[in-house]
């Protein structure tokens, strides 16, 4: 069997799709909540202009929210990297011509 830096087509696709499906949870996640924290502080601060400063409630949003995103999309593209390089599934093997599993197949 050749090698094929590591692992078979099939691991190396399962794991491609694991670290790609987890790093999009946590991208979708935490860009959400990222989201959502700087949204209502927008809306606070046109409802109520003397509400809290904006800009420092975006920047730890962006802090406590950016890092995680920038991971889960770290997570995803070396996710998409590995499914990528996983060689493509072996087709099935075929038989020899004149071979049939109902007959009986003597050399001689």
């Known amino acids: ?3 094929n830096g590591g692992g078979t087509g099939g691991a190396r696709r399962f794991g491609g799709y694991l670290i ?3 790093g999009g949870l ?3 996640t935490s860009g959400l909540c990222t989201v959502s924290v700087i ?3 927008v809306i606070n601060t ?4 003397n509400a809290m400063g904006m800009g420092s ?3 730890v949003a962006m802090l406590f929210g950016g890092i995680p995103m920038a991971i889960g999309l770290a997570l995803v593209a070396a996710g ?3 499914l990528r390089s996983a060689p493509p599934p072996a087709p099935p ?4 011509p004149g071979y049939s599993p109902w007959t009986k197949n003597d050399p001689s």
């Open 26 to 28: 946590i991208f979708a």
């Open 46 to 49: 046109v409802v109520s202009p």
């Open 20 to 22: 790609t499906a987890i």
């Open 39 to 41: 949204g209502s502080t």
């Open 80 to 82: 998409r990297s590995l």
């Open 1 to 3: 069997m050749a090698d």
């Open 93 to 96: 093997e075929q038989s020899p």
């Open 57 to 59: 409630v975006i920047g």
